[in-house]
C-alpha cells in the first residue's frame, strides 16, 4: 500500500567480533607456560565466543526481535461503549471484501464508489466525487480516477478532515507463494474505509462549532512495478485542488486511517506524522490513553510515505498518519500478511475497528 522509509526500533546491537577484538586487547599477556599454550589458548576463544552468541541470542530474544507468537488481546483495557459496534464495523470491512479486488478503474471499485455514496448520503452527509483521470501505468490506456467526498457541516468554524484510501494494490506483490493472485485488501484498504463508514454514524454528536469532511481516496498504490509507479495519486490530486482553490473555511487538523484492523493492534507514533503534525499526533494519544485505548502506543516505530505526505507537504494540512505496519505482528519468523493473499478479513478485528473510531470520535468532540 505505501512504502515503508525507516524502521526505528531504538535498539542499539553489537556484532560478537567486536566484542571478541575488545575482550582480546584486554586480556593479559604473561602468564605461565600452560596458561600461553596456543592450543589451551584457540580453546577458551571458542568458549568466549559461544558465551557471547548465546547472550547475544538471549538479548534478541528477551528484546522481542523473534517472533513470539499472536499476541491478540483487547485494544482496551476496558469494555468499548456499546454505540461503536465492533460487529457492525466488521461487517462493513466484510461487505467491502465481499467486491473482491478494488484496483483503481475496476468494475469492483465502480461499485464500491456507488455504495458509498448511498451509504453517505443515507447518513446526512453531502456526497461527491472528485473526478480525474491517469494513464495505465503498462499499457497507457486512460483510468478514471475518483476521490469521494462526504461533507458534514461545512460552514461551522472548526474543520477536520478524516481520509482513507479504498483502492486495493492490483496483486499481492509480497506474497511468497503467488504474487499474482488474489488481493483483497481486508486490512490495507478496507480497514480505513469500513472505520469511517462506522464513524459516520456518530457524527451528529459533535460540537456546534465542529464540521468534518470524509475523503476516500483513490489511487493510493495504482502501483504495478515498484519503482517505476506513482503512489498517492488520488491525494496528490486532492492537496493540489486544496491550494489552487483553498476554501473558506480551511482544516484544522487530518487524521489518515490505514492499516488499523488488525487483530494485534499496535498503534505507534509514524515518524512523519510527528515531523509534520507533532502537536495533533499527541493530543490524539493523549485522548487514547484518557480513554483506556492500549493499542495506541506512545512511541515512534515507522516512518512511512503515506497519503498524509501530500496533504501535509502540498495542502500544508497538519495531518496524522494512524497505522499499524506490523502485520500482524514484528519479529523474525513472524507471518507477513502486507500485499499477500493472507490480508482476508479473518486476519482482522471488530474490536480494533471500532477501538479506533472511539477515540477518533471522542478527540473530535474535545476541539
Known amino acids: 500500500m505505501m512504502k515503508l522509509s525507516e524502521a526505528d526500533s531504538g535498539s542499539t546491537r553489537r556484532g560478537v567480533s567486536a566484542w571478541a577484538k575488545q575482550a582480546a586487547e584486554s586480556a593479559p599477556r604473561t602468564g605461565t607456560a600452560q596458561e600461553n599454550d596456543p592450543a589451551r589458548g584457540s580453546w577458551r576463544w571458542v568458549i568466549v565466543v559461544f558465551a557471547l552468541l548465546g547472550g547475544g541470542l538471549f538479548a534478541l530474544i528477551a528484546g522481542g526481535l523473534f517472533d513470539r507468537g499472536p499476541d491478540v488481546q483487547s485494544p482496551t483495557t476496558g469494555a468499548i461503549p456499546a454505540q461503536y459496534d465492533p460487529d457492525r464495523a466488521f461487517g462493513f470491512l466484510v461487505q467491502i471484501c465481499q467486491l473482491g479486488p478494488r484496483p483503481s478503474g475496476s468494475e469492483a471499485m465502480q461499485r464500491q464508489q456507488a455504495m458509498l455514496q448511498r451509504y453517505f448520503g443515507d447518513a446526512g452527509a453531502d456526497v461527491a466525487l472528485q473526478t480525474f483521470e491517469i494513464r495505465h501505468p503498462e499499457d ?61 454514524r456518530h457524527l451528529s454528536d459533535l460540537p456546534d462549532d465542529v464540521g468534518v469532511d470524509i475523503v476516500l481516496f483513490d489511487g493510493e498504490e495504482f502501483v504495478w512495478q515498484q519503482g517505476r509507479d506513482e503512489y498517492f495519486l488520488g491525494s496528490t490530486f486532492f492537496a493540489e485542488k486544496y491550494r489552487a482553490q483553498p476554501p473558506t473555511v480551511p482544516y484544522q487538523a487530518g487524521i489518515l486511517l490505514d492499516m488499523i484492523g488488525d487483530r494485534e493492534l499496535k498503534i505507534y507514533f509514524e515518524q512523519n506524522s510527528l515531523r509534520y503534525a507533532r502537536d495533533v499526533a499527541r493530543s490524539i494519544w493523549r485522548t487514547a490513553d484518557q480513554l483506556g485505548v492500549r493499542a495506541f502506543v506512545p512511541r515512534s516505530r515507522h516512518r512511512i510515505d503515506d497519503d498524509h505526505i501530500p496533504l501535509n507537504e502540498i495542502a500544508g494540512i497538519p495531518t496524522v498518519d494512524l497505522i499499524d505496519f506490523d502485520y500482524p505482528r514484528p519479529g523474525i519468523g513472524a507471518p507477513k500478511y502486507w500485499h499477500t493473499e493472507q490480508d482476508v478479513p479473518e486476519n482482522c478485528s471488530g474490536e480494533s475497528l471500532a477501538a479506533v473510531v472511539w477515540v477518533v470520535h471522542e478527540w473530535l468532540k474535545q476541539q
Open 140 to 200: 497507457g490506456s486512460p483510468v478514471p480516477m475518483a476521490n469521494l467526498i462526504a461533507s458534514w457541516n461545512p460552514d461551522r468554524p472548526k474543520r477536520f478532515l478524516l481520509c482513507a484510501h479504498y483502492d486495493t494494490r492490483p496483486f499481492p506483490d509480497r506474497d511468497r507463494h503467488n504474487k499474482r493472485g488474489v488481493f483483497v485488501g481486508a486490512n490495507d484498504g478496507a480497514s480505513g474505509t469500513a472505520a469511517l463508514m462506522e464513524l459516520a
